[in-house]
């Protein structure tokens, strides 16, 4: 803490409460002195700040103390009265835009920071204009009524020699009727201590003599000692150049070299001589005379408790009085306004003692009079006296709190008063560090006048930066008051100085709603100003203001592109928040090795293909070299961890554009900001470009009429709040390596948006270790660009996005290569070989779609070669190059209900192009709806009377929601099922078509024609041909499909390697085709993408039955025979099969016996191999029931059979392989003619899973069943 | 009339996290004064960091008191736990002291409530609006009783 003296306070107090000297002068002297462009009072003014004037001084008590600091105040006699109310305004709203003049340069440049002020002192921070403006505010108080240090000490009366009569003039100066008003109306005393001086002009030498005269003439008439003589002006020439010219911080109006430029040093030596002496040797000991004079006077009539109950008693009687009079029933000579005159001295003189006695003496008269005014001014007195006199602090500030008060209670006219009572009180507490205190005092001098608030206000907030810690958020606040508050006066410089200094506060909060209010008025401001760029800066802050309301962000808007506007000029702007853009959402599509046939295909994931191409795409790591030498010889180093593409092919960047605001906003040219550099050998010389290019990079964008590469534009508009998704390419068109710097936009065509994708550098030494790995954003950005390739487009024809399932189409894949050099080496994978199938060789179909797949006149039964890749490799000679293109076909069938992704992939190589890339692929995809149409089951049980043949029982759903389907065709695969109709067609389907969601079931007979390799048995009449058979009655003439060739066969080829698992080895399966169509009336609207066909394959069908075996007892159905001769010996052979994959052991036993036992019982159900499955429909049921009957009820011949005997062995035990079968003899003998069953008999068996098993898996006993034998007598 | 009216509101309640971010910031009046609210809650901050890093006096309870008296406003602060401030603006002069503790035990509960939202981001800003219109509510029963 400062001492109270040195503090500014105490400064301000040596000089505002200093005595005032008055000055009364001729014109001829104010003449003399103008040609220094001075007037006398300016003239002398320097010189009256004593700093070492160490004069002795005895006031009240007998101490004697020296006077070190001392301090005049000269006025000229025309001023001595109370400053005009308005012209003081004007006067100090002059200070204010002068200072607003000189810190218009300041505020181009940036903000300061927050830190910068917090290390600042107080004089840095706060403006230096401070001080004088607090000081001229003081001044508008001057000479009041109710203080006396204003009172005029001393007269200085001045005459020059060139006057007539200079006596007379002295004489006349100090006529009352020229005197201020002040003193002729007795509020001050005029009986003052007067001082005579004659100026003499050097330059004006004729006078010389005279003067020296006039000196001594006046020193008979006015006393000696009360006479001087000051001569001037001796530079004849009038261009004397002072060096630290002391006039100049008094008087700026005026250049500071033509300010006493007529005064020698000799001259202003004489000056400040005279001005030491006229104080020390005058006025102090005036002063000092004066005051002892008063404080006796004053002794007497008030001290003394006689005196005080006397005062009191008297001050009590005038308790009636109005104190509207206001101060002036208090003349000079009153005995109160003298005790002030005593304080007010004493403190000039610095004896604060004395002060503040007489002040507190008279502070109780002025309350009991309710003088107010008087009592305020002088408790500020007692304030000032405690605090500079180093007292008691809280004393001080009572004073201080108690005079403020005071003067507000007074209103308007006290109020100025109050103000410079709160500027003293305010620097008191600065003074003693309490700047918090400090700023509540400047706030509460506010008033009500906008721009002294203002002045006030940002006084009040630099306080609160002192403050520790500093509340840095009240500084804001005041400060943006303020501005406020100047803006109010027009003080626009003022305005944007103090929101400037708002800003470092409120910069880097999250505060949107005030930090959106000062950017946006701190740019409307600068506007005002015609700084357009700097507010153009400011206003950007506030475009990204998605939290204010959407008249709001209207305003904003309009204004700013008003502004924008008015600078005339595009504006480029890095980072402009309108729109944002999500990096997140940054995606780049380009085309090296990989191309993509649509976009589609593109975004696909990069997994998907890669497992696709695995074996197709030739592998670095396949070979004798290891991967380093490899991918070393595919790339230079350097461009391992850069991105590949191709001059004249364009990389595509996709990215979000998110609108903050809730207006709609219009984006226009919108485009990438790319560099190419030329692809130099030498590593170091290409990152020296591409830096250098950083800088000029734009121009060559703006002007890229003939840039090496070609960007795309694009205009959107983004309504409020909304995401776009924008997509912008670049075309190389040359060599080298392209980076994509960042996206370009403008708004509203005056201001450009820039946005860099990575504005810091990746520090790519530190991490190159991570680098191997992953790719940093700035990387995946950077492209080497290669040399024009050969680039394949395809594409499949008339692909349908909706079809049933089962739907077989005829495709063209068509490729087509656009530039000159050839490709070679065509290989194509497919992701679904069940959905599509390539054709094996390019023609054109000739009896066209579905006709082709017909059965044509000549069978060509040649099965066709099974064994295929995944890969489909185009045959060697094709190559394509040029105009031509390439037309595949391709067989397309769907073979599950679903959504299916389609995946192509072509591979193609390039010849002697490119040493980076030797091959390319094309992908393809497309996406495929499959709705459910057919559902087949098929199921297979053996036939109960023939080895050979079995039961098929097909199930039929239509699982579509709409279309009906006809059946056309059922076919069984291979040559060793032949199958046949059990019911006429026409019964099996009365309706013809099977509608959404029917069911049906219908019955087939299959036989196996296979030879069995090790037994002579006969084919059968069935030929291989008849594996089909068809399911319409109407169109007779329409052909069958044919199954065996292509494509229906390679698609049933991968079905059934699709089901097909484990048991693939198993011979006794039965494949079937369904062939159906759509039903003609069903959907006459979508003519165009109707079904042609649509096949169903059911593969691997099983023969079930719940016995592992099968068995048939053939032999002759009739016999003749002569009974008379001997009874009939019949063989019989019982052919035992082995259905099961276990090792069968069966026995068989014969019964001779009563028919009775033997027969069998309808109701056991244990009807040989039939087995009834319970039925889905009506219709079936009855079937069912039919024929169960049929075979449950034996013939009523049977009952009375006469019996017959099991010739040879009764019981035979055989072991049969799986799925093999044997065959046993067997005898009867038959006694007489007649009908026999030949049912006695029972098969006992055991399944195991391996031979000569120990253990048995199953086992059981079968009924042999009904077997009619009729034998007749012979002729 | 319109001194009734105005005799017992609550102009803004604010929720501020520790680093000074406004989490929630509410006004209650049809006046456009949002951005002087603001200010005003702003500036309390101040008197709250005052408050808390006064070495003298150590803090028992999260009711802070009255922070700063303006001329038309009275400005209450809460400080929780977390050292999450909520400021509660008011042009009720004559405050009863129960009526702004209730207040804040209220309040601190229906924010308590906001950011138990696992959907919440702490240090984010507030924006559910089961919480708005708890805080209304709140703001709605303040003096009643």
Known sequence: MVEPVNSSLGKMLLEEVSPVVMVLCTPLVEETFLKNGLSFVETLKPFCNFSNIDVPVRTSGDQLYRLKKFTLRLFNAADIRQPNVEVAKQRLEHVITQAGEKVFHDLESDPPQITDILSNSESEIAPT?????????????????????????????????????????????????????????????????????????????????????????????????????????????GNVEHQANPWASFKSSVPAEKLGCALTGDDIGEIKELMQEFASRHIIPYMEQKVRDLNQQISATRKGLRNQIKNLWWRKGKDDIPDSTKGSIYTFSSTESQIRILGDYAFMLHDYELALSSYRLISTDYKLDKAWKHYAGVQEMMGLAYFISDQSIKEAEYCMENASSTYMKLGKSGFQNATRCGLWWAEMLKARDQYKEAASVYFRICGEEPLHAAVMLEQASYCFVLTKPAMLHKYGFHLVLSGDHYKICDQVNHAIRTYRSAISVYESTTWSHIKDHVYFHIGQWYAIVG????????????????????????????????????????????????????????????????????????????SIWQSLEDDIIPSLNSGKSNWLELQSKLLPKKYKESNV?????????????????????????????????????????????????????H?????????????????????????????????????????????????????????????????????????KNKLTPTDALKFLVIKSLPRLEGSVDHLPDKLYAGDLRYLVLELKNNSESPIKNLKMKISHPRFVNPESHEEELTPGFPDCLKKGPEQNTVQRETSRTSVFAFPKDVSLQGDRSLRWPLWLRAAIPGTISLYFTIYYEMENVSSIMKYRTLRMHYSLQVLPSLETSFEITPSPSRLQEFLVRMDIVNRANSDSFEIHQLSTVGCRWGISLLQPVDTILPSKSILPGQGLSCFFMIKDCRKPGTEEEKTTSILPSQTDIKLITQDDDEKLFDIVNSPLASFHESERSCHGTSDQLSPNTVDFILISRLAKSSNPSAEQDLPKILSHHSCHNRIRSSIPLSWSLDGPKTMYHDFSTSFCEIKLKMVIRNTSDGFLSVSINTID?????????????????????????EEMKLTSDVMGSRLGKPPPSMESSPPFIWSGSSSTKVQIQPLSRTEIPLQISVFSPGVYNLCSYTLTWELSEHENALSSTSSGICQGYPCYLTVLQSE | ???????????????????????????????????????????????????????????NEAFLGLLYPTLNYKVYGYLTNTKVKFILVTTDLDVRDTDVRNFFRKFHAAYVDAVSNPFHVPGKKITSRTFAQTVSNIVGSYGLN
């Open chain 1, 129 to 237: 204009w401070f001080q004088y403006y607090n000081k001229e505010l003081i001044r508008t108080l001057s000479f009041s009524d109710h203080e006396a240090f204003d009172h005029p000490v001393a007269c200085l009366l001045v005459v020059s020699s060139k006057d007539e009569d200079p006596l007379n003039k002295f004489v006349d100066l100090f006529n009352t009727n020229r005197l201020p008003s002040l003193l002729n109306d007795g509020v001050m005393d005029p009986k003052i201590l007067k001082h005579f001086l004659l100026v003499h002009d050097n330059q004006d030498a004729t006078t010389e003599r005279l003067t020296s005269k006039v000196l001594s003439e006046m020193r008979s008439t006015f006393g000696n000692n009360e006479c001087n003589l000051l001569c001037t002006n001796s530079s004849k020439e």
């Open chain 1, 531 to 606: 700084m357009n760029d700097v507010a153009v800066r400011n206003m950007l802050r506030v475009l990204d203001c998605g939290n204010q309301s959407k008249s709001t962000q209207e305003i904003f808007l309009r204004d700013f592109f008003d502004i924008v506007k008015k600078t005339g000029m595009k504006h480029e702007v890095v980072g402009l928040r309108l729109p944002i853009i999500s990096m997140s959402s940054l995606q780049v599509i380009y085309e090296d090795h990989r191309t993509y046939a649509s976009q589609a295909s593109a975004l696909v994931e990069e």
């Open chain 1, 645 to 697: 593409c191709v001059v004249g092919e364009s990389v595509k960047l996709d990215m979000e554009f998110r609108n903050p605001l809730l207006i709609s906003t219009s984006v226009t040219s919108v485009s990438l900001i790319c560099e190419l550099t030329e692809n130099s050998d030498d590593l170091k010389l290409e990152k020296e470009t591409s830096s250098l290019s950083l800088g000029t990079e």
């Open chain 1, 699 to 771: 121009n060559q964008v703006t002007t890229s009429g003939f840039s090496s590469f070609t960007l795309s534009e694009v205009d959107f508009t983004l309504g409020g709040g909304e995401k776009k998704l924008v997509r912008l390419t670049v075309t190389p068109s040359e060599e080298g390596i392209l980076k994509i710097v960042g996206v370009r936009w403008e708004l509203s065509g005056s201001i450009v948006g820039v946005h860099y994708f990575q504005s810091v550098p990746t520090k790519a030494k530190t991490n190159k270790a991570k680098r």
């Open chain 1, 1153 to 1177: 016996g009563l028919p009775d036992a033997a027969a069998p019982t309808p109701s056991s159900g244990n009807l040989s191999g039939w087995r009834y499955v319970p039925a889905i429909t």
């Open chain 2, 1 to 59: 009339m319109q001194r009734e009216e105005e005799r017992k509101m609550i102009v803004c309640v604010s929720v501020v996290g520790h680093q000074n971010n406004p989490l929630y910031i509410q006004s209650f009046t049809d006046a456009d004064d949002a951005l002087k609210l603001h200010h005003v809650v702003h500036c309390s901050l101040d008197v709250i960091e005052e408050r808390v890093n006064n070495p003298k006096t150590t803090l």
